[in-house]
């Protein structure tokens, strides 16, 4: 049986031919993707050689989690696959909004400022920077400043601006790396490397801090590797390949690893403590897939913005856009659209398929939100899942799929979902 005998079981005749016209158009941008792919997993597996990974690794520990072997050579595994001095991996880690708030408390001081430098941060750092809320517990509680230049309105970054930004107080500069919920596309790597050289040539001592949330193993090197000093993430976002059940990352120079590390901890704990519960063969096996699954996933965005640019719909990137994080935006420009959209994404997924997702104010945004998420692993944006804010343009951020095949379906199942509610004519 083919697969169009078994998407018959689904879909009707018409959304099977978008499917395969879709499909036509991404072909040439997936080999492409393959080749990121079988040389980011080279990478991978020579660090764990290089550390020697053994099965022995792969035991727990409790409590304090002294001595634990298999977390300290899973710290150096990521350090050698991500070319930084020193790595941070906890499960303890909740989020990718925490990994980044320990960079920022661990190495900032009352007096100092953050720059950021891609302009407003994603919604759930807005809190946590004192921008929005009551500041309790913030920076601005603890008398640390903050600016932001605004990216040009071509997405790149504002170098004059940005000079004019940095002085003195400058200690840190944020650079985030995907897209967040804004019209533009993530930034290369190549870009990460100019703005990082560029900043250091005006502050030397200024530490460039990048988000790195969704672009691990996008492109071929990460941030630490073209003059980032600071880099975090989390392991239910791309290097936990859909595997680690949680956790995040911090890599970089290693004073501001260990100092990220006092902040996760306490001060003379640092990196030395951290119980693995018996987690550490799924966070090694994890990032081992990682490469693997980042391409399944970045197959699957690239056959989404085949799929609604053909039925009219603005898409970023284009099929054959660079890219340099995992998100496809779909500009839909009206609230039922966005609502069935996401709906649909949530039908054509394996878990709670029968769910219909509303939206609804989710803790840390300003605004309500709708998000289709059928995963495994809550909130895991490694797998299928589709959010995005209620309000215009109304976009749709697609993102993650362990499997290809699982977007696809996802995918079918949104326009179809359009389409029965008579919601696809721009």
Not at 200 to 213: A, E, F, L, R, Y
Not at 317 to 345: M, W
Request: net charge negative; with cysteine; aromatic share 8%.
């Amino acid at each position: 049986m083919n697969s169009f005998e078994i998407l018959r079981d689904y879909f009707d005749v018409d959304i099977i031919r978008k499917s395969e016209a879709a499909e036509k158009r991404s072909d040439a941008v997936f080999d492409t993707i393959k080749g990121t792919a079988e040389y980011n997993q080279i990478k991978v597996i020579k660090a764990m050689q290089l550390s020697r990974v053994s099965e022995t690794h792969f035991s727990g520990s409790t409590g304090y989690g002294y001595g634990d072997k298999g977390r300290e050579v899973l710290d150096e595994v990521y350090a050698r696959a991500f070319g930084a001095e020193k790595a941070l991996v906890r499960q303890q880690i909740t989020s990718g909004t925490q990994a980044i708030a320990i960079c920022l408390f661990g190495n900032l001081l009352p007096g100092d400022t953050l720059l950021s430098v891609t302009g407003k941060p994603y919604d759930t750092l807005e809190e946590t920077i004192g921008i929005r809320g009551p500041s309790v517990g913030s920076l601005r509680a603890y008398n640390i400043g903050y600016k932001q230049v605004e990216l040009t309105p071509d997405g790149c970054i504002d170098f004059k601006a940005v000079e004019e930004a940095i002085d003195g107080n400058t200690k840190m500069a944020l650079i985030q790396r995907s897209r967040g919920y804004a019209w533009r596309n993530a930034l290369t790597i190549d870009i990460i490397g100019e703005t990082a050289e560029f900043i250091k040539k005006i502050s030397p001592g200024t530490i460039v801090m990048v988000d790195n949330c969704y672009g691990e193993f996008v492109e071929t090197i990460e941030p630490t590797q073209v003059g980032a000093d600071l880099m975090a993430g989390s392991l239910i976002k791309n290097p936990g390949g859909g595997i680690a059940p949680a956790g995040g990352y911090v890599a970089g120079v290693a004073e501001y690893v260990q100092n990220a590390s006092y902040r996760l901890n306490a001060p003379g704990l640092g990196n030395e403590v951290g119980p693995t519960l018996g987690n550490n063969r799924l966070l090694f096996q994890g990032f081992y897939l990682a490469p693997h699954v980042v391409a399944e996933c970045l197959k699957g965005m690239v056959f989404c913005a085949a799929l609604m640019e053909n039925e009219g719909f603005e898409v970023s990137p284009g099929v054959e856009g660079k890219r340099s994080d995992i998100i496809q935006a779909v500009k839909l420009n009206d609230s039922r659209r966005l609502t069935a959209f996401c709906q649909g994404i949530q039908n054509g997924s394996a878990v709670d398929s029968f769910v219909e997702p509303q939206p609804w104010l989710m803790p840390g945004y300003e605004r309500p939100v709708i998000m289709a998420s059928g995963s495994f692993i809550q909130g895991s944006s490694i797998e299928l899942s589709a959010d995005g804010p209620m309000a215009p343009p109304y976009t749709a951020y697609v993102q993650g799929g362990l499997v290809y095949e699982s977007v696809k379906i996802g995918c079918l199942s949104a326009l179809k979902n359009l389409m029965d509610m008579n919601l696809t004519h721009v």
